[in-house]
């Protein structure tokens, strides 16, 4: 019996060590897997600090419970997470002819000879019907009702040069529809131009301003194209308009890159006293951009109003760029780029960077501007340009006439189109916040 009970209590006592050294076993386990995430995520923290995320190309959306049950449906069915981020900026173009375009051309009465493609000649209309599908997440449906409840009581204005402008147009065409005939109107006062939709007591409003600060372009009609002069340390003059606005969404790139300088002035207006010299187009370009964050940072509601800057609007005058004719552009393109990641020669980077770091400057001041970076999947886009269906603001040379591609303009787009898809983003935001 001893001999039985030594032996079993042996049994126990083995059994006990085998226990205990799984239990150390998996402790140091689980010690080894804890210690291997510390690592992983202390060296995540380094690499981002020496490795910054690349701000001027994805700017993540963060929805969270209930709001992006309501804005964005998850193709997979998985339930929403507490905080779910979703880059609504990187995805793909399908074709959608079910439910593209979101208006005719023909129907809305805001349309502009510049950006109507079909009443100059464009008989192939795919352009209209892509869609924009982020990875991972749905783009809300725009609804124009909801958005104009959105905006009631309250002023949205685009600032800055034609392209914002036919983002404006755009807008209007995607909201006439909801409003009666008689219950919307449109002032038109020097650079201001304003949409009312009465019902609402809201306004969509467009402001001529191509350089953001002041410059002898500023008037929206006549304005000269080789001899600019701008005064890239005052913006006053324009921005007495923008002082009690809601929404405020900025463009300013294209007109930076018309030659590599620009005469500059120092001083106002009516200084007699006043300097010109020639400076470097960049140069020039970040100067502005300190002026006009220098504003937003004085001048800005931060209770009232919400701020936008668009992502630079991409060009496509070299067709090699994506394995097309050597010295040929966007004329005669029908389908869009399907490489993803293409970038093309259209898009300055260092002027990308120069807009981030003000954005920085602001947010680090605790002033919060949204970057809608609608580069990347404009830069698929070499099918959607005006090309040679616009109106011609000068008469054609026999040269250009026997060759069209040396007129083609491949920095503004038709519509409906492309700008229709950038309203699209910033309803997203709109409705979100």
């Given at each position: 019996m001893r001999h039985e009970r030594i032996k079993s209590d042996g049994t126990r006592e083995s059994n006990r060590m085998a226990h205990i050294a799984r239990t150390v076993t998996i402790w140091w386990g689980l010690r080894s897997i804890f210690s291997s995430l510390v690592v992983l995520?202390?060296?995540?923290?380094?690499?981002?600090?020496?490795?910054?995320t690349?701000?001027?190309?994805?700017?993540?959306?963060?929805?969270?419970?209930?709001?992006?049950?309501?804005?964005?449906?998850?193709?997979?069915?998985?339930?929403?997470?507490?905080?779910?981020?979703?880059?609504?900026?990187?995805?793909?173009?399908?074709?959608?002819?079910?439910?593209?375009?979101?208006?005719?051309?023909?129907?809305?009465?805001?349309?502009?000879?510049?950006?109507?493609?079909?009443?100059?000649?464009?008989?192939?209309?795919?352009?209209?019907?892509?869609?924009?599908?982020?990875?991972?997440?749905?783009?809300?449906r725009f609804n124009a009702t909801?958005?104009?409840?959105?905006?009631?009581n309250r002023r949205l204005m685009f600032v800055g040069d034609?392209?914002?402008?036919?983002?404006?147009?755009?807008?209007?065409?995607?909201?006439?529809?909801?409003?009666?005939?008689?219950?919307?109107?449109?002032?038109?006062?020097?650079?201001?131009?304003?949409?009312?939709?009465?019902d609402y007591n809201a306004t969509i409003e467009f402001y001529w301003a191509p350089l953001l600060v002041e410059s002898n372009c500023d008037d929206p009609v006549n304005h000269p194209i080789d001899d600019r002069i701008v005064r890239v340390r005052d913006i006053g003059k324009h921005a007495r308009y923008w002082s009690d606005v809601d929404i405020l969404v900025f463009d300013s790139y294209l007109w930076w890159r018309q030659g590599p300088k620009i005469k500059v002035s120092w001083g106002s207006a009516a200084s007699p006293d006043r300097k010109?010299?020639?400076?470097?187009?960049?140069?020039?370009?970040?100067?502005?951009?300190?002026?006009?964050?220098?504003?937003?940072?004085?001048?800005?509601?931060?209770?009232?109003?919400?701020?936008?800057?668009?992502?630079?609007?991409?060009?496509?005058?070299?067709?090699?760029?994506?394995?097309?004719?050597?010295?040929?552009?966007?004329?005669?393109?029908?389908?869009?780029?399907?490489?993803?990641?293409?970038?093309?020669?259209?898009s300055d980077r260092r002027m990308m960077q120069m807009l981030q770091k003000a954005i920085d400057k602001l947010r680090k001041r605790d002033l919060n501007v949204h970057v809608l970076n609608i580069t990347q999947l404009s830069e698929y886009r070499k099918d959607a340009h005006s090309s040679i269906h616009k109106k011609q603001s000068r008469n054609l040379t026999s040269y250009q006439i026997a060759n069209p591609?040396?007129?083609?303009?491949?920095?503004?787009?038709?519509?409906?189109?492309?700008?229709?898809?950038?309203?699209?983003?910033?309803?997203?935001?709109?409705?979100?916040?």
């Open positions: 995520l202390v060296g995540t923290i380094i690499f981002a600090a020496v490795y910054p690349r701000n001027d190309e994805k700017l993540p959306l963060i929805l969270t419970g209930r709001d992006r049950e309501s804005l964005f449906s998850n193709p997979a069915g998985m339930a929403p997470s507490s905080v779910t981020l979703c880059d609504v900026f990187s995805g793909r173009w399908v074709f959608d002819n079910a439910s593209r375009p979101l208006y005719k051309e023909g129907e809305c009465k805001y349309m502009l000879s510049q950006l109507a493609c079909g009443q100059f000649g464009r008989k192939d209309l795919k352009y209209q019907q892509w869609r924009w599908q982020p990875h991972g997440c749905d783009l809300p909801a958005l104009l409840e959105r905006l009631r034609s392209l914002n402008r036919s983002q404006w147009v755009s807008l209007l065409c995607m909201v006439q529809s909801s409003i009666p005939k008689k219950r919307r109107s449109v002032e038109n006062s020097g650079p201001l131009i304003v949409f009312n939709a009465h010109y010299e020639m400076v470097k187009m960049t140069r020039a370009y970040k100067i502005a951009l300190n002026t006009w964050s220098d504003w937003i940072e004085v001048h800005r509601n931060r209770s009232k109003t919400q701020v936008f800057f668009m992502g630079l609007s991409p060009t496509h005058e070299r067709a090699e760029d994506w394995g097309g004719i050597a010295g040929h552009n966007c004329y005669e393109e029908t389908e869009p780029i399907t490489k993803e990641g293409y970038r093309g020669s259209g591609f040396t007129y083609a303009d491949c920095f503004h787009w038709c519509l409906p189109g492309l700008p229709d898809v950038w309203n699209e983003l910033l309803y997203a935001y709109i409705l979100h916040n």
